[in-house]
């Protein structure tokens, strides 16, 4: 069992770590796929170079380069009602700022507080007018002077949109996949080093395993041998003197989708299956000389059963506590022959359950319980069994001897009879 044993735990690994290779290579395709997804689209957003919130901000600029003429009348109407001609006043303007102004200089003409103080609040007005006056003049120098800046405005927005299609609903969104990506990037492991490793890994155990798997064919071929001789032997002390049982070991050929094929030392691919490499095949012929054909069709039912009590007596030792059950294991035979293979039976019956079929007196006087299977005597198919013992025994026994089961003679030969066997299977 030894080679066996140690084989069986190195396939194991064997199996285990080919089964983690084939992972790995699996997850390292899908790995590098998806690193090359996140590397593609990282540099198409750095391609792009999107601002935070700049999709919303054009919105905007497009809006208002959309109404271009209608926002700078508006804005130089404003600045003009407000501060007038800055550049070039004259006494006969009429714009808020010179309006305010004169009022202002009238009020602070008086010596009154009342007006005084109400002169104080047009200059805070003034401060607003000229405010709103400047901001209304950097407006209008920051308005475009072409149509060419809603063009440009129009292909950035573009260029938005393609991110916001593929990454996120908005550009914050984008900028944030975009470092999401990053960190998954750099966690990846796409190095052909861990690789490497398992492949040596399977290398080294599939070596192991070559190792072990001829260690067990040459100790199972050894084996066989003698197994076959030892069974061949038995085979002639029940009344099968010319047979011959072989057992032949072969290599198994790996299939074409095997899922364990191992290369042997010869180039030879195998199938290193869960008991090692070999096909084991029993073979049997009846008559020395013939072609030794596969047990299963060259043996007879009672051939067969012969074989397997002459099996099972050489591997006693190996298979005790099982039961077995034996039909026409004495076809064909009687007389000594019939003797041996109740002697045989009832050694195996001492670290066995053995049930036996059998219509010979001199096997079942070997048994320790006799059971009768009579047919039922109404009309309706049945059968009934029973077990029987003393002189329903000896009876029964001399009825199975030629049908003397009423005769004196015949019950003396069938209690001679019991009683030897009894004996015999009493012995040490």
Do not use: C
Not at 138 to 153: F, G, H, Q, R, V
Not at 165 to 187: C, M, P, T
Not at 248 to 274: F, I, K, Y
């Amino acid at each position: 069992d030894k080679p066996l044993a140690r084989y069986r735990s190195i396939r194991d690994e064997w199996l285990t770590a080919r089964r983690d290779l084939a992972d790995r290579r699996r997850r390292a395709r899908e790995l590098a796929q998806e690193a090359d997804r996140l590397s593609f689209g990282i540099h198409e957003i750095d391609a792009v170079a999107p601002e935070p919130g700049e999709d919303e901000a054009i919105i905007a600029d497009i809006r208002r380069l959309s109404e271009l003429d209608a926002l700078r009348e508006a804005a130089q109407t404003a600045r003009f009602a407000l501060a007038g001609e800055l550049d070039e006043p004259t006494p006969e303007s009429t714009s808020a700022a010179d309006g305010v102004g004169r009022a202002q200089a009238a009020l602070e003409s008086t010596d009154d507080a009342a007006l005084q103080a109400l002169a104080v609040r047009l200059a805070e007005a003034m401060a607003v007018i000229g405010d709103v006056s400047g901001e209304l003049g950097d407006y209008l120098s920051e308005l475009p002077s072409d149509a060419s800046t809603l063009e440009t405005k129009l292909a950035r927005q573009a260029e938005l949109r393609t991110l916001t299609r593929k990454y996120a609903a908005d550009i914050d969104g984008v900028l944030e996949w975009s470092r999401d990506a990053a960190e998954r990037l750099a966690q990846l492991d796409v190095s052909e080093e861990s690789l490497a490793a398992l492949d040596r890994k399977v290398a080294e155990l599939e070596a192991k395993l070559v190792a072990a798997a001829a260690e067990l064919t040459k100790a199972r071929s050894k084996a066989a041998k003698g197994l076959a001789k030892a069974v061949t032997a038995e085979l002639a002390g029940l009344a099968m003197a010319n047979a011959v049982f072989t057992i032949g070991v072969t290599p198994m050929q790996a299939r074409a989708d095997d899922s364990a094929p191992v290369t042997m030392p010869d180039g030879e691919v195998l199938h290193a299956g869960h008991d090692g490499v070999d096909a084991v095949e029993f073979g049997f012929t009846a008559h020395r000389g013939a072609d030794v054909l596969p047990l299963a069709k060259s043996a007879s039912g009672g051939e067969l059963s012969r074989v397997m009590l002459a099996l099972e007596v050489v591997l006693s030792a190996s298979t005790a506590g099982t039961t077995m059950v034996f039909d026409e294991v004495d076809a064909g035979v009687g007389g000594r022959a019939a003797v041996q293979i109740g002697r045989r039976l009832a050694r195996l019956a001492r670290t066995h359950q053995v049930i036996v079929v059998t219509h010979l007196p001199q096997v079942a006087a070997f048994a320790d319980a006799h059971l009768v299977v009579d047919s039922g005597n109404g009309r309706a198919k049945s059968s009934g069994v029973r077990r029987i013992d003393d002189e329903d025994r000896v009876a029964e026994l001399a009825r199975m001897l030629a049908g003397l089961g009423e005769s004196d003679s015949g019950r003396a030969h069938a209690r001679e009879l019991l009683e030897a066997a009894q004996q015999e299977r009493s012995a040490p």
